[in-house]
């Protein structure tokens, strides 16, 4: 099908628009990806209480960098290596401290025996040396880069730097994420052009097409901007997500629009494509919105802004489609002529799973029932180590860290159970019993804490005359850097343990750990009052995204089968939807949880996306059924129509989900990948499911017509 293509007044309005849109967007709003070392939850989520209770209490500093020295630590040439390398660092601005062999205790035999310095600078094997950096949090992610060139000029054979710690992370992520908008929007545009060209075969329809994704991405980011949404942990996907949204509303008008052509003249063939494909297209809105929507009452940030941001992409998206596109639309004449290659393979898809059609349903069913147990299996509190791409030299280094010492903070305010004070010589052997007992506990790398720090005072000879009341007093003063207030409340009744704990070899969830280390807590007769750091935050992250998956996803299911009745004002239709729609996430959650694929907070929405694009074909599908249907007798000849209709719809809309999402695989960010892998599989999952499963289950036991 050959078309001229001349624009008209309304095309060069919008074209104008979008021009002055970017320019908007790139002078005001920030695309900067904004990850901080709290990106789990705000500060006014309940998970975030006892963060901000033991920050009140105690002296913090959890901004700080591990840099992990491996070779000869016994050496003159490695002594002086840390010794160049802290005094270097001292001198950065936005840090605050530096402890090292050669900058706190006297000299490696000391670190060695001392009861802090061994447990804070010391790995296990003795291989290696850390280097700790305290940071002011506000200008760590400037000092950063500067800290990194300074470790890679320091490097040697025999002096190996690996950096460490939460700030660190942090940046590494930010960083991914920035990255990956950058390629991700150059590969959209490159890649969707190409498939509307070759599909539709008007640059009339390409660039009415590019022109809406883009300005539906553009003022979504606005919106979200406007909404004081900053571009984070999740929301840096926004603009391509939106991108495929808008996509998918114009393929199924195009394809009505090439319908109506194709059954008579008609003075308005965009009018008639845009009244046969509305009302499908706003359901298939609900739907999304509804996904959107649920992620808003979970009480994890990253979520909420994804859930706040997804509303407002679903209905730019569909306006924009409705709006925009149609103005280009208009321009097109078109012609007749054969169908180009792809069509014809589409006609050969279709012919061949037309003949496997009980194979196919079999299969679908098959797998469902093969993945469900997989559910159970699914790992939805995996590792921060995983959040990088395996075997590459940073999650090598991380998972050393992580072997000889720990890598995730967690912190525990303990008191005693009949409230005395700690400043006694009791307390003082309990605390040491628990330190131990601590210290023991596999999930443990390493315990810094109250006691810990009094027995590395005391090996001071006028320090061991002092009561133990009075040496707190004096390791709370200014000189010694205010320490005592990082382990101690000012009554003394309350103290602090700072455990690194390991992630690499951990095999149950963050919160069961938690509360076998409360366990070990009352044993010694000790009260956990309060639980934060990053550990504990992840693991209540990993069970918000674990109910999210469970119950959100169950409520979205329970909605979309209201959805499908008032669609279909029939209940063995909307009977239909709904178990064919309960297939998609069973069997993209089953599968994952069969092959072990880590199910982190960025990779979890895929499965309320997945299930979004079966529930919207379906809808196309059976509002089409109920025009149709009338005018047949049999309801398998209905169907057949129906499916025989909309393979090219639903097939070119499953190729851009699996274009759109499967550009996500090229992030050198492993979650981003899991996220855009299972969103692909779910596509096909779906198409398949839309095409013969639905329609396969709505013919069942039909003993009088709707």
């Known amino acids: ?200 075969r008007s640059t009339g329809i390409l660039l009415g097409a590019v022109i809406s994704c883009i300005s539906a991405s553009m003022w979504t980011l606005m919106i979200v901007h406007l909404l004081g949404i900053k571009i984070g942990l999740l929301t840096a996907n926004l603009a391509t997500i939106v991108f495929v949204l808008t996509l998918s509303h114009i393929i199924f008008l195009t394809y009505n629009w090439k319908y109506v052509l194709s059954q008579h003249e008609h003075a308005s063939p965009v009018k008639e494509a845009i009244h046969l494909t509305i009302s499908p297209s706003f359901w298939s809105m609900m739907t999304t919105l509804l996904g959107f929507l649920s992620l808003l009452s979970v009480p994890a940030q990253p979520l909420k802004e994804l859930g706040a941001s997804g509303v ?98 967690l912190i525990l305010i303990v008191k005693t159970a009949t409230g005395e004070k700690l400043d006694t010589d009791e307390s003082y052997r309990k605390l040491w019993k628990l330190q131990r007992s601590l210290e023991r506990y596999s999930q443990v790398g390493s315990v810094i804490s109250l006691p810990v720090l009094m027995a590395e005072a005391k090996r001071n000879i006028l320090a061991s005359l002092l009561s133990w009341e009075g040496l707190l007093n004096i390791l709370r003063q200014p000189q010694f850097d205010g320490i005592a207030k990082s382990f101690i409340t000012d009554d003394h009744r309350q103290g602090l343990f700072l455990l690194r704990m390991n992630e690499s070899n951990r095999t149950i969830p963050r919160l069961k750990v938690i509360e076998e280390i409360k366990k070990i807590v009352y044993a010694y007769g000790f009260v956990p009052e309060l639980v934060g750091g990053t550990y504990s935050l992840q693991g209540h992250l990993a069970k918000l995204v674990a109910s999210s998956i469970i119950f959100g996803l169950g409520q979205l299911i329970i909605i979309f089968a209201f959805i499908a009745w008032a669609i279909s004002r029939s209940l063995r239709i909307a009977f239909a939807i709904t178990l064919s729609i309960c297939v998609i996430p069973v069997i993209v959650l089953g599968v994952i949880g069969w092959f072990h694929v880590p199910l982190d907070i960025i990779s979890a929405p895929a499965c309320n996306i997945a299930l979004g694009l079966g529930i919207d074909s379906m809808i196309h599908m059976v509002r089409a059924y109920r025009r149709l249907k009338p005018q047949n007798n049999k309801d398998a000849q209905a169907w057949a129509k129906i499916r025989h209709r909309f393979w090219q719809p639903v097939l070119t809309f499953t190729l851009v989900m699996v274009l759109g999402f499967g550009i996500f695989s090229f992030s050198e960010f492993p979650s981003t990948q899991r996220f855009g892998v299972s969103v692909v599989f779910g596509a096909l999952i779906a198409c398949m499911t839309a095409l013969f499963v639905m329609p396969t289950t709505a013919q069942l036991n039909i003993k009088k017509q709707d």
């Open 1 to 200: 099908m050959k078309r001229k293509f001349q624009l008209n007044k309304e095309a060069w309005i919008f074209i104008c628009l979008t021009v002055c849109s970017a320019l908007v967007l790139f002078k005001y709003v920030n695309l900067i990806p904004q990850v901080d070392y709290n990106f789990f939850f705000s500060n006014s989520d309940p998970q975030f209480k006892d963060e901000n209770s033991i920050s009140r209490l105690f002296k913090r500093k959890d901004s700080l960098l591990i840099i992990n020295a491996a070779g000869p630590i016994k050496s003159k040439e490695y002594m002086q290596h840390v010794r160049d390398l802290s005094t270097s660092l001292l001198k950065l601005g936005g840090i605050v401290g530096v402890k090292s062999i050669a900058h706190g205790p006297n000299g490696l035999e000391d670190a060695i025996q001392g009861p802090l310095w061994n447990r804070l600078l010391i790995c296990k094997d003795q291989q290696s040396t850390n280097i700790i950096v305290f940071l002011k949090d506000y200008s760590s992610h400037a000092v950063i880069p500067i800290i990194e060139k300074l470790t890679l000029k320091s490097s040697q054979n025999n002096f190996h730097l690996i950096m460490s710690g939460p700030p660190y992370i942090v940046e590494l992520i930010s960083r991914h994420l920035l990255k990956d908008i950058r390629v991700f929007s150059l590969m959209v545009l490159i890649i969707f052009g190409i498939v509307v060209l070759l599909i539709f």
């Open 312 to 409: 407002a992409g679903a209905l730019v998206a569909i306006s924009v489609a409705y709006g925009v596109y149609p103005s280009f639309l208009r321009c097109v004449e078109p012609s007749t002529s054969k169908n180009n290659s792809l069509d014809r393979y589409q006609v050969k898809v279709e012919r061949f799973l037309e003949q496997k059609k009980k194979l196919t349903v079999i299969s679908i069913f098959l797998l469902f029932f093969i993945a469900l147990p997989g559910i159970w299996h699914a790992d939805s509190d995996p590792s921060l180590i995983s959040f990088f791409t395996k075997n590459s030299e940073l999650e090598r280094g991380l998972t050393y860290i992580d072997h000889h010492g720990g890598s995730s903070p």
